[in-house]
Nanobody, 121 residues
Framework: VQLQASGGGLVQAGGSLRLSCSASGRIYDTNRFGWFRQPPGREQRELVA????????EYAESVKGRFTISRDNAKNTVYLQMNSLKPEDTAVYFC???????????????WGQGTQVTVSS
């Protein structure tokens, strides 16, 4: 599975950005599909927002009320609408998909290449 993310950029505090991530390749089913981020100077990625097949959504406390995740299963695409951006949202944002190629195969984690989001104060 290949993930192609887009939509990052530079924005002033209070502004908005919309990230998109499209999955391609052999996909039978995608369960978890969403976004993580890696702030500057940190080694680990942190959850931003995810959707699942339940269906359910989960958000980091720091983005609740400001970010909205949505998913188009027909297009194998997930979106992240980010409003009221803050300088602390500055990070490389990574798309993530937990998918399988058939009923009989194992689930597999895939990651996109990352897209930079920079919020200036």
């Amino acid at each position: 599975v290949q993930l192609q993310a887009s939509g990052g950029g530079l924005v002033q505090a209070g502004g908005s950005l919309r990230l998109s991530c499209s999955a391609s390749g052999r996909i039978y089913d995608t369960n978890r599909f969403g976004w993580f981020r890696q702030p500057p100077g940190r080694e680990q990625r942190e959850l931003v927002a995810i959707t699942t097949n339940a269906p359910s959504t989960e958000y980091a406390e720091s983005v609740k009320g400001r970010f909205t995740i949505s998913r188009d299963n027909a297009k194998n695409t997930v979106y992240l609408q980010m409003n009221s951006l803050k300088p602390e949202d500055t990070a490389v944002y990574f798309c993530n998909a937990y998918s399988r190629t058939s009923t009989w195969t194992n689930w597999h984690d895939s990651w996109g290449q990352g897209t930079q989001v920079t919020v200036s104060s």
